[in-house]
Nanobody, 116 residues
């Protein structure tokens, strides 16, 4: 079955960097758009970034210029490199697969906390 497993979350100081990974299995990873979505306490889900099978990325305005999404189709792995982080980047980060109409598969998430 489809599985997405995030890793790399943790505690980082303001201004610091962190790299998240998402290992995929159970489907042909290279064929799908892949997403990073975060949930901030007290708020809803927020789209962070996505990447096409070709590698073309897109970003929310709040992270543009600071975050970089990438994928390794040979390793079935999605990445999110985060730089110049601040407290508003804290939250649970999820990777998700997009099917034709929706994000149909999600990982369990990895927690990111930006704090001094």
């Amino acid at each position: 079955q489809v599985q997405l497993v995030e890793s790399g979350g943790g505690l980082v100081q303001p201004g610091g960097s962190l790299r998240l990974s998402c290992t995929a299995s159970g489907f042909t990873f290279s064929r799908f758009w892949m997403y990073w979505v975060r949930q901030v306490p007290g708020k809803g889900l927020e789209w962070v970034s996505h990447i096409l099978p070709s590698g073309t990325p897109d970003y929310a305005e709040s992270v543009k210029g600071r975050f970089a999404i990438s994928r390794d189709n040979a390793q079935n792995t999605l990445y999110l490199q985060m730089h110049r982080m601040d407290a508003e980047d804290s939250g649970a980060y999820y990777c998700a697969r997009r099917s034709e109409y929706s994000l149909d598969s999600w990982g369990v998430g990895t927690q990111v906390t930006v704090s001094s």
